[in-house]
């Protein structure tokens, strides 16, 4: 119930109507009983340093970040994460009692469902379709898993180039964490046919397939076929749910991830950090299945 004495989190974006992040998060606030509630904020990009201190003097305690504010936000805050600068955005932003801090919570639920299975990643290889923003988190994420090969494939030179830089010593990226985490080697799609029967995860991060495009994959039959029985093919997309590309994975006997995971893992970091107190990540999960009727 909300009353008098609830506390106010949130999650700014442009649009914001699409977000699944209120039905997940009020889901768990109410499971935890808790005085909370998480509100959708519209915030278009010219006004979001108005936002940001309209949010103190409501006494916002915290809010998610999403499209197009990601990045934008960084120089608005006081305090960022090692993990949101190796990243580049932030998605989750907390009140400390002095200033906003941001971190970036996309990685910790990229690999929750990586760590959950028994397989040891370290020096495994991983093939990441896309060069956008959620690539960055499935670099990183991929870097700390230990793995020893990221291939990164995108269809523009010119942006992978601009991608594979920004991980080089001296920029403000994962390389600030550690001395020795992969740089990602950069391909067009073409070097697919060469990289996929050496890789054990593939990472889909292009919206290809995604709902309406139900029946669309970035792999067709013959680069399906290349796909070695020992691998994870792991789609960011969570609808459909399978994906047609998870549904040529499986048919061929690899084992399937999909995005819903990574979204409700990165919301239950983000809950964590505002709430100081475990997730319900099952409530959660079934808050999802059930909003999108899954
Ligand atoms: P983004 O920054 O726009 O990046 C999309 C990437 O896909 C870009 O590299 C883009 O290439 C590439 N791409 C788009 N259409 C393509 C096509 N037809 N052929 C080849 N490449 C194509 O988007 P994002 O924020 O990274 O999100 C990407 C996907 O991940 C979306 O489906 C999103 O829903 C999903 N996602 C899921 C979660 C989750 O929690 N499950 C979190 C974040 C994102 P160009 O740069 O050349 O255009």
């Not at 109507?17 to 009983?33: D, E, F, K, R, T």
């Not at 960084?74 to 960022?80: I, S």
């Amino acid at each position: 119930m909300i009353t008098g004495t609830t506390k106010l989190l949130g999650v700014i974006g442009y649009p914001i109507a699409h977000s699944l992040s209120p039905v997940m998060h009020n889901s768990a606030i109410g499971h935890l009983g808790m005085d909370y509630v998480y509100l959708p904020l519209p915030v278009k990009p010219e006004n979001l340093s108005q936002a940001i201190e309209g949010f103190r003097a409501i006494d916002l305690q915290g809010f998610n970040v999403t499209i197009p504010h990601k990045q934008a936000i960084l120089p608005l805050l006081t305090e960022v994460s090692a993990i949101a600068h190796a990243v580049g955005a932030v998605n989750t932003v907390w009140w400390t009692g002095h200033h906003w801090a941001g971190t970036n919570t996309d990685v910790a639920g990229f690999v929750a469902p990586l760590k959950a299975g028994e397989r040891d990643w370290s020096q495994a290889t991983a093939v990441v379709l896309g060069n956008g923003g959620a690539a960055r988190a499935v670099v990183v994420g991929c870097q700390h898993l230990g793995f020893a090969n990221i291939h990164v494939v995108g269809r523009d030179r010119q942006k992978l180039h601009a991608f594979q830089s920004s991980w080089l010593p001296g920029n403000d990226s994962g390389q600030t964490e550690s001395t020795c985490v992969p740089v990602p080697f950069i391909h067009t799609w073409e070097a697919l046919p060469h990289l996929l029967p050496q890789a054990d995860l593939l990472v889909n991060t292009t919206p290809i397939g995604m709902h309406p495009h139900d029946r669309a994959s970035p792999l067709d039959a013959t680069l399906v076929a290349l796909l070695s029985a020992r691998i994870t093919v792991y789609d960011l997309i969570y609808t459909p749910r399978p994906t047609q590309l998870l549904h040529q994975a499986q048919a061929q006997g690899a084992a399937a991830l999909d995005g819903l995971e990574m979204l409700i893992h990165q919301g239950g970091a983000a809950l964590q950090l505002w709430l100081q107190h475990p997730a319900p990540i099952e409530v959660m999960r079934q808050s999802l299945l059930d909003y999108l009727q899954l």
